[in-house]
């Protein structure tokens, strides 16, 4: 590529970073350099400390030590206005929007443009203006705009925040995993974004978890691994086994395991017949998911997979139809019913609904448990802190101890807890909205590997992924949705990534 | 050591916090100096015994020599005040528990005086009229007694509460005292609110409207104030008659202007200037001062009058402007 | 939207009941005009009060939207109505003392706002504390306030406090209602307030940081500073309500001036579309909501409600209300 | 932890405070043994008070960890008062009456939580209308009750009555106090709210359900039954408050039994470590917490303060104990 050319200074410079937390070192000592113009890929495991390190380039936190330099300049950003103005801007790994406002008002909340003065008074016209170019960089439709973001899913959501920070003066654009909950039309997009910010000038960091992006868009990576720079690589020695080998320390062969069932294709074990819920559909719905299968289940951002997860699980009240476990009809009306029945569900958003973030690790692991650790009226201690080694050790959960805060962990780390309480259940049915979520490549290979052993042993798996490779690898079985609806079936040996975007799209089954 | 430590204590515990205690303070606080007692003056927060109790008892728990108490509730405080007038000499004044094995009571009788306030009404309305009660709260010694010491005077000697639709005005349900309708039966409570005692004022104004002979009677200190703020507000003054409870500056000033009929008052400064020189007294064992009675009320007009012996009391008529220089000469010295 | 259909279709019922109050009771010979405007009269007292509890209500609300609470309003709005009262009486000016009560509304609110964001400590625990220690002051300023003992201790400041009186309050020199100014204020304020709310970056930011303070954060919002900003203004509109009052009430009383006010202010903007959790709320809603209040203690009260059982029905007809809005939204949220 | 730390000293400032004025106090002749005695009196005294805010202050907890919040509290412990008396009135034995208040208060706790469960109205509104409604529930049933008034009419439960009495507040057949029977009450009630709190499952759903209500459904807890429980037993150790009210005060007044005390209570609560955000407390911590005020309001009755400066210096103390326990906590969080 035409880039290769050496730049007199970097665009940014983080020299010597430390920083500590109470009971965690997050970074220590680490450097990173980033070009004019250049697509900068951070990668590194849960807890390696990306976020941190990116958090302090924004000025959202200060480092203990070390420092930064923006075109050569020394840099202390006392807060995350103050990096704007300079044009660092960070898209945070968590979504950061304010909610209750309409997408225009967040695409410009903190910069709006005003007239009056002192008065501020809103520039409604020129807001309304450009919130619908920037919607159209990012593939929104321009409807979007006066839409309160609640309404959003949260792709769409994702995007706004993607959007925002392309209406500033951007020099540095930092994106802390952008794409976890996009699908891949969307993630493209947003490589031709990015290819449209480099062509004028503009820096990007890129972090993800998904390394075949990293392979696609990055014109270098910097590793880390423990809070430590673990090695750089150049564009041309960009490959997944190098990326793994700095950021694991050894070599991940067999990342999606591919164990024989015999299982798929058995009994139904829940069976959702003719269902209606409350703002889904007016179709009815009916699916199977078999005892020992993975069936995977795709779609574009919006398709409904979401909502009818949740109208199994009992979130949304069914209209009509039934579920049926194990051929026999159950009542869903709250998650606790479903749960009862053994089925259960790793939401979507954790910090929303897979978390209770303030409290232990070990408060969220026990919590769907109590009623198995002793009786409501006494939990028996001795029993809990087993459950709880059981399950970090298990899953290889990174905390200081069970009672550490959850919120504090790193996002993988989250999600295992996610897996660890209901895992520690003995699920019949296990659903899995987007399951690897921010979740690094060793963890990923452990949760698959994790998902198919249970799988093996006759778990139902009714998986909800918009990464296209998770999908692809894991599932046995693949049902597309297409605006609530079934769209189609793919059964493994007729699955590639184009009939399934076909069907995503609205097309024909092939 | 305490500096006052060798000084005797007498305290005052108050039934809630008001202009009229401010009285009753500069009052006690005279006394105190005469005497040469420390006082320890306090008025509680709101009108209710739950408050006032945790003062009493930290107060005897403390070791004061004497206490004097504004009853509440005299039915339900005598147990507690009888455990106290066994520990420390008990005056109590305002509103009296007779039963408590206090010394004596300073203070009028409330219902007497609420007769003056009835007697006031007939003055205005000798032939008979509408009136209407408002007061703080019926649930104290005092919220009871005043009212029905008015209406047990305007019924004296015809209808007692007879139940009845006003004759003009058939919406208005109320009972006859005599010759005098009282709106709704009932005194109309602001909970001490003195917002809401303008706007119930206000509100009776609204319904009552273009009903003759009209007399508000206003029984709590703030309650004539309130009435006239809002007979002033709908050009009603003069028309409609105000009458008054207690010694509040802004109902002297106003019955001296001729706004407000008259009022009844108790003369707090000296409730609490007895009640220390009796409990200062009795600390020396003197019990010379001990009062007999209840303690005669005085009834403030704009013109006043000569003395007279009612009800076995000698009782006094004096003008509104010599009555509010006294009042204003008693509030200096608590600086208020 | 939505959230303004509920309380304007309780506020319709509540107008409706009180206009049908009058009709109904209108004497048989009275002729409609004289009905009507004796039911003009009545709404003019009204919209009166609501001014005065809207422009509570309005910053009451904009804390609200921020997600904070503001439990001291009613002792500021106490006290500063005190506060004017001592200032004149030391010889300021009305016209200088207004806009100096209401800047130390706005120190106050400043105080509450450095405490909650510098030293961060909860809102409900810092206006609580707030509560007690704003009473307090107003206490150790002066018992009891008034116009008339003003302009007796001053009577140079007569003819430019009746103006005052007269543009902020509607009185006349006589005392006389002649227009609800306070309502007018109110809208003048509200239009302020909504400007800022719904027209302004300023009201962005309150109802972000209300959803989402991080949010706010990481879009550069200064949090802080426009946190205590909305303290500031809600304590402002607290202390001018206290000029309000001072300029309509009789007298006020330092231990009880503007008691309960917060509630009501709370109720005002809740009742009106905020939400306590932060992030909503219209300016138009918060008028509205604040009008409920005195318009339904007026009702209760023209109706003639016994005095025991008018808090029973004022607390259950807020409860349907609530309801009936409640519906009225998850109906319109189902439909769209 | 670090949240008791913060309380402790303030209560540890507060009870040397206390102690300190006794002994400095203390007459010259006295033995230090009767001013042992005398202190020790005050403080079963000031005990038996802050057992009867513990019991409330438990229950406002427990709401406010499930990020709930009730205001009804005051009018619950009024109307359970008054219901109380008025339910031996008529007949009802003691020992029944007792279970049947505090399940009438858990009905009313019901009727808070299905509101605002089911109907998802906000807990800050409906516990309002609580208030009002409660409150004129206790006026319909009653003026003023009393525990003399009640054996007058039924000499029959004289006796019942007073073992209830000595058992739940501690006081002999003379009305003397023998033992801080309340504050025994609440250490029991507040080892069983530990228990269920930190002990068992309950006590993690209401953690959960304070903290992230969306996580703690999708965790399969049934949300709605166990907020509605919450409310339910805040209620009913309300009800139980209004009947140690009944059994302690001398008498109860329908309008103003039990006021202010959901302010109380919340306070103790947040006191004693209580996030109004929710998700946070402990059970030592409303214990102590609720043992603030007591000691505060006993210390400055007992220094004999002008009542004048009551509230503002009970407001600074409380503020500034907030504060320093900000600060414990904030430098314990950094040594960690
Ligand atoms: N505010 C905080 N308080 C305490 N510990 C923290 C905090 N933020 C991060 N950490 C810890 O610092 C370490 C680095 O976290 P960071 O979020 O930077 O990791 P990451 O590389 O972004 O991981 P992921 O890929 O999971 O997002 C982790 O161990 C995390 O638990
Ligand atoms: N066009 C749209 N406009 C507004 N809201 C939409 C739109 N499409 C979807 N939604 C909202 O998105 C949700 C449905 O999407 P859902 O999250 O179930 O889809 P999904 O396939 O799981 O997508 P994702 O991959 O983002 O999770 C609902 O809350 C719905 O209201
Ligand atoms: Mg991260
Ligand atoms: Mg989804």
């Not at chain 1, 520039?123 to 919607?135: K, P, V, Y």
């Not at chain 1, 398709?303 to 109208?311: F, K, N, V």
């Not at chain 2, 909970?191 to 009776?204: F, Q, Y």
């Not at chain 3, 100014?181 to 209300?210: C, D, K, P, S």
């Amino acid at each position: 590529m035409g880039l290769g050319r050496a730049p007199m200074t970097p665009r940014l410079r983080a020299n010597g970073i430390d920083k500590r937390f109470p009971g965690v070192v997050a970074l220590s000592g680490v450097t990173l350099t980033l070009h004019p113009a250049e697509v900068l890929a951070i990668v590194g495991e849960n807890g390696a400390g990306k976020s941190t390190l990116m958090k302090i380039l924004a000025g959202v936190y200060q480092p203990d030590a070390g420092s930064v330099e923006l075109d050569g300049h020394p840099v202390r950003f006392d807060g995350p206005r103050e990096a704007t103005r300079a044009g660092v801007v960070l898209i945070h790994q968590e979504l950061n929007l304010a909610e209750n406002l309409t997408v225009t008002d967040n695409l410009f909340l903190g910069r709006e443009p005003t007239t009056g003065g002192g008065l501020r008074v809103l520039n409604r016209r020129e807001m309304a203006a450009r919130a619908t170019g920037l919607l159209a960089e990012v593939g929104l439709p321009a409807s979007r705009a006066s839409v309160r973001v609640e309404t959003l899913p949260p792709g769409e959501k994702q995007l706004v925040e993607i959007a925002r920070a392309l209406g500033t003066a951007v020099r540095v654009l930092i994106m802390d995993e952008p794409t976890s909950s996009l699908t891949q039309k969307e993630t493209e997009r947003l490589y031709a974004v990015i290819d449209r910010l480099k062509a004028g000038g503009v820096s990007v960091l890129y972090i993800s978890h998904r390394l075949a992006e990293v392979v696609q868009c990055a014109d270098r990576v910097t590793v880390l691994r423990d809070g430590k720079n673990a090695g750089e690589l150049e564009k041309r020695s960009i490959t997944h086994d190098n990326m793994v080998r700095l950021m694991v320390g050894r070599d991940l062969t067999q990342f999606y395991p591919k164990i024989h069932r015999p299982g798929v294709g058995g009994a139904a074990v829940l069976t959702l017949d003719q269902i209606r819920y409350r703002g889904g559909p007016d179709a009815p719905l009916t699916l199977d998911v078999r005892a020992g299968e993975i069936l995977g289940m795709a779609g574009l951002v919006g398709a409904g997979r979401t909502e009818l997860s949740e109208a199994v699980f009992g979130v949304r009240p069914l209209v009509s139809g039934e579920l049926r476990l194990d051929g026999l009809p159950i009542r869903v009306s709250r998650p606790s019913d479903a749960i009862a029945a053994g089925v259960v569900l790793v939401p979507e958003d954790r910090r929303l609904h897979g978390l209770v973030a303030p409290e232990s690790v070990g408060f969220n692991l026990s919590l769907p448990n109590l009623d198995r650790l002793g009786s409501l009226f006494g939990v028996r201690r001795r029993k809990e802190s087993d459950l709880h080694r059981y399950w970090i050790d298990r899953l290889r959960i990174k905390t200081p101890s069970a009672a550490q805060p959850v919120g504090l962990l790193s996002g993988g780390n989250q999600q295992k807890v996610v897996y660890g309480k209901w895992l520690a259940r003995d699920p019949r049915v296990l659903i899995l909205d987007e399951p690897t979520r921010g979740v690094d490549v060793g963890a990923k290979a452990e949760i698959y590997a994790l998902i198919d052993e249970l799988a093996g042993r006759g778990l139902a798996v009714w998986m909800i992924t918009s990464d296209m490779e998770e999908l692809l690898g894991m599932s046995d079985r693949v049902v597309v949705m297409h605006e609530g609806q079934v769209a189609g079936e793919l059964s493994r040996d007729r699955l590639n990534e184009e009939a399934v975007m076909r069907l995503a799209t609205g097309g024909e089954e092939p | 050591g305490n500096n006052n430590s060798g000084k005797i204590k007498i305290a005052v515990v108050t039934n809630c916090t008001d202009p009229f205690w401010d009285l009753c303070e500069a009052g006690a606080k005279k006394a105190a100096q005469e005497n040469d007692v420390e006082l320890l003056f306090r008025q509680p927060e709101r009108m209710a015994a739950e408050v006032q109790k945790p003062v009493i008892d930290a107060w005897v728990s403390q070791g004061v020599s004497g206490i004097a108490v504004s009853v509440i509730d005299p039915k339900g405080q005598t147990e507690d005040l009888t455990l106290v007038a066994k520990k420390v000499p008990l005056v109590t004044m305002d509103n009296d528990a007779p039963d408590s094995g206090r010394i004596c009571y300073v203070g009028v009788d409330n219902k007497e005086a609420g007769r003056a306030v009835g007697r006031l009404v007939k003055k205005i309305l000798p032939n008979g009229g509408t009136i209407a009660l408002f007061i703080g709260s019926t649930t104290s010694a005092n919220g009871q007694a005043r009212p029905a010491g008015v209406l047990e005077e305007l019924a004296t000697p015809e209808a007692n509460g007879t139940r009845a639709k006003h004759p003009l005005r058939p919406e208005l349900e109320g009972k006859y005292y005599g010759k005098y309708f009282l709106v709704d039966g009932e005194s109309k409570t602001d909970d001490g609110l003195k917002e809401r005692a303008v706007t119930n004022a206000r509100d009776m104004l609204n319904r009552v409207d273009g009903v003759p002979d009209l007399c508000f009677v206003g029984l709590y200190a703030y309650n004539p104030p309130a009435i006239l703020e809002a007979v002033r507000a709908r050009s009603l003054v003069g028309k409609v008659k105000i009458v008054g409870f207690d010694e509040n500056p802004e109902t002297l000033k106003s019955i001296t202007s001729g706004d407000i009929e008259g009022t009844v008052v108790q003369d707090p400064y000296n409730y609490g200037y007895k009640s220390v020189e009796i409990l200062a007294a009795e600390v020396k064992g003197d019990r010379s001062k001990r009062l007999k009675g209840s303690a005669a009320y005085q009834v403030i007009t704009k013109d006043g009058g000569p003395e007279q012996d009612i009800n076995g009391l000698r009782i006094k008529f004096p003008k509104a402007v010599d009555y509010e220089r006294t009042v204003r000469d008693q509030l200096k010295s608590v600086g208020k | 939207m939505m959230r303004i259909l509920g309380v304007l279709a309780l506020l319709t019922a509540l107008y409706a009941g009180l206009v049908g109050t009058y009709l109904d009771n209108a004497p048989a010979h009275e002729p409609a005009s004289k009905t009507q405007e004796r039911i003009q009269g009545n709404l003019v007292d009204v919209a009166n009060i609501q001014g005065r509890y809207g422009v509570i209500a309005l910053g009451a609300a904009l804390v609200i939207i921020t997600g904070g609470i503001d439990l001291s309003i009613g002792a500021v709005v106490g006290c500063s109505a005190v506060l004017f009262g001592v200032l004149m009486q030391s010889g300021i000016h009305p016209f200088v003392a207004v806009p100096l009560v209401v800047l130390c509304g706005a120190v106050v609110g400043l105080g509450n706002g450095l405490l909650i964001t510098q030293l961060k400590l909860q809102p409900f625990l810092v206006t609580l504390c707030g509560m007690f220690v704003y009473r307090g002051a107003a206490r150790l300023l002066a018992g009891t306030v008034s116009r008339s003992q003003t302009i007796e201790m001053q009577p140079d400041f007569s003819s430019a406090l009746q103006s005052v009186r007269y543009f902020l309050v509607g009185k006349n020199i006589k005392g006389e209602l002649e227009f609800p100014a306070e309502f007018i204020l109110l809208l003048v304020l509200a239009g302020v307030v909504g400007f800022f709310l719904h027209r302004t970056a300023y009201g962005r930011y309150w109802y972000a940081i209300g959803h989402n303070e991080l949010a706010a954060k990481y879009a550069g919002v200064n949090v802080s500073r426009q946190r205590v900003a909305v303290y500031v203004i809600c304590s402002a509109l607290s202390a001018l309500a206290g000029v309000l009052l001072f300029l309509d009430m009789p007298s006020i009383q330092s231990d009880s001036g503007g008691q309960y006010l917060e509630l009501y202010a709370i109720l005002g903007a809740v009742l009106g579309g905020c939400s306590l959790r932060g992030g909503e709320g219209t300016a138009v809603g918060m008028v509205l909501g604040a009008m409920v209040l005195p318009v339904l203690e007026n009702l209760v009260s023209i109706r003639g409600l016994k005095s025991d059982v008018i808090p029973a029905v004022i607390g259950l007809t807020l409860l349907v209300g609530t309801i009936v809005d409640e519906f009225i939204r998850r109906r319109s949220r189902l439909n769209r």
